[in-house]
């Protein structure tokens, strides 16, 4: 049996060996037919990838540890507009005025930064 479950993992299905173990015991109960088990097994594999990609956005979506901006160089690497910034990002002026604000810069400039705080505010 764990060749059978070393096989589905390797073939990228998500769901335990718990999972599949349950299912197996079940349509051997319940004398389901082929059909009807990978039907079981599509649903059970789907609910499995949504709560996976729930997790995942989760994590992704939290603004997690960062720097606050009495600790940031407005003057490094390049120079950045700090009126601006406090303006519109950091007193949320966009969300009044229901515009976007799209940071571009390069690498290290400090636009995730930027994002963190005006998420925190």
Do not use: Y
Request: proline letters at 2%; charged letters at 30%.
């Amino acid at each position: 049996m764990s060749d059978i479950f070393d096989e589905l993992e390797r073939l990228g299905l998500r769901s335990s060996r718990a999972q599949l173990g349950a299912l197996l015991t079940h349509a051997t109960k319940n004398r389901l037919s082929p059909v009807q088990v990978v039907e079981h097994l599509v649903d059970i594999e789907r609910r499995e990838r949504d709560a996976r990609n729930l997790a995942s956005r989760t994590k992704k979506a939290s603004v997690g540890a960062h720097k606050t901006m009495d600790l940031f160089d407005w003057d490094h690497p390049t120079k950045i507009d700090r009126t601006l910034c406090e303006e519109q990002v950091l007193n949320l002026a966009f969300v009044q005025t229901r515009s976007n604000v799209l940071f571009r810069g390069p690498a290290g400039l400090g636009k995730t930064m930027l994002e963190q705080n005006a998420a925190t505010t």
